[in-house]
T-cell receptor, first 114, second 114 residues
Framework: AQSVTQLGSHVSVSEGALVLLRCNYS??????LFWYVQYPNQGLQLLLK??????LVKGINGFEAEFKKSETSFHLTKPSAHMSDAAEYFC????????????FGTGTLLAVQP | NAGVTQTPKFQVLKTGQSMTLQCAQD?????MSWYRQDPGMGLRLIHY???????DQGEVPNGYNVSRSTTEDFPLRLLSAAPSQTSVYFC?????????????FGPGTRLTVL
C-alpha cells in the first residue's frame, strides 16, 4: 500500500532563508509523487510532480523537489523564502490500481517571518 | 474554463439534516473525487468516479452518497448530518490517460454540523 509521511507539521523560516519541507513515501510500485500548496481559504494547487522522467523536478514559484529512491524521499525546497510562500503544503502519492486517487500526507504549515 | 466549481462555499446544518454538495467541472475529465480535510489529518478520499455511471468508495465513505449521471457533475449527498462530518470538502477532477495526470481541485465547501 502507498503512504506518505510529512515530518514537521509547522515550519517557520525567515524571509530569504532556505525552505525545506520533508516528505517520505512508501510504495510497492514505482511511485508518482506530488506536492500541492494550499493558501488560506483556498483549494489545492499543484506545485510539482514526479513522473519518473527526472529525479529533480522543478515547479512553480521557484520550488523544486528531488526524488531519492534510496531514501524514499521527495523533499520540497526553495532557495529563498518569500512572504507570499506562507501556506500549507501537502505531499501526496498516487494510490495503486486503476484509479487516480491520491494519498495525502498530513500537511506542513509554512510560516515566513519578516 | 471555470475549472472545478463547488457550491455552496459555506453551510451550517443541524444534526440529522440532509444536504447535497455540488461539484462541476468543464474540462471533460473522466475522473472525479471527493475529499474531506480535517486538521492534522490531511485530505482523505470519500468517494470517486472513473466516469459517468461509475462510482466507488474511498477511505471514509460512511454517511455519504454519490452519483455520476453526467461527465460534468459529481454531487455529494449527506444523508443525515452528524457533528463528525464538520469538515472542509474538496472536489477534484482529472483525466485518466496517464498515471501522472494532475488532479485539479475546487475551492472547497466549509461545512459545520451543529
Amino acid at each position: 500500500a502507498q503512504s506518505v509521511t510529512q515530518l514537521g507539521s509547522h515550519v517557520s523560516v525567515s524571509e530569504g532563508a532556505l525552505v525545506l519541507l520533508r516528505c517520505n513515501y512508501s510504495s510497492s510500485v514505482p511511485p508518482y509523487l506530488f506536492w500541492y500548496v494550499q493558501y488560506p481559504n483556498q483549494g489545492l494547487q499543484l506545485l510539482l510532480k514526479y513522473t519518473s522522467a527526472a529525479t529533480l523536478v522543478k515547479g512553480i514559484n521557484g520550488f523544486e523537489a528531488e526524488f531519492k529512491k534510496s531514501e524514499t524521499s521527495f523533499h520540497l525546497t526553495k532557495p529563498s523564502a518569500h512572504m507570499s510562500d506562507a501556506a500549507e503544503y501537502f505531499c501526496a502519492v498516487r494510490g495503486g490500481g486503476a484509479t487516480n486517487k491520491l494519498i495525502f500526507g498530513t500537511g506542513t504549515l509554512l510560516a515566513v517571518q519578516p | 474554463n471555470a475549472g472545478v466549481t463547488q457550491t455552496p462555499k459555506f453551510q451550517v446544518l443541524k444534526t440529522g439534516q440532509s444536504m447535497t454538495l455540488q461539484c462541476a467541472q468543464d474540462m471533460n475529465h473522466e475522473y472525479m473525487s471527493w475529499y474531506r480535510q480535517d486538521p492534522g489529518m490531511g485530505l482523505r478520499l470519500i468517494h470517486y468516479s472513473v466516469g459517468a455511471g461509475i462510482t466507488d468508495q474511498g477511505e471514509v465513505p460512511n454517511g455519504y452518497n454519490v452519483s455520476r449521471s453526467t461527465t460534468e457533475d459529481f454531487p455529494l449527498r449527506l444523508l443525515s448530518a452528524a457533528p463528525s462530518q464538520t469538515s472542509v470538502y474538496f472536489c477534484a477532477s482529472s483525466t485518466r490517460s496517464r498515471e501522472s495526470d494532475t488532479q485539479y481541485f475546487g475551492p472547497g465547501t466549509r461545512l459545520t454540523v451543529l
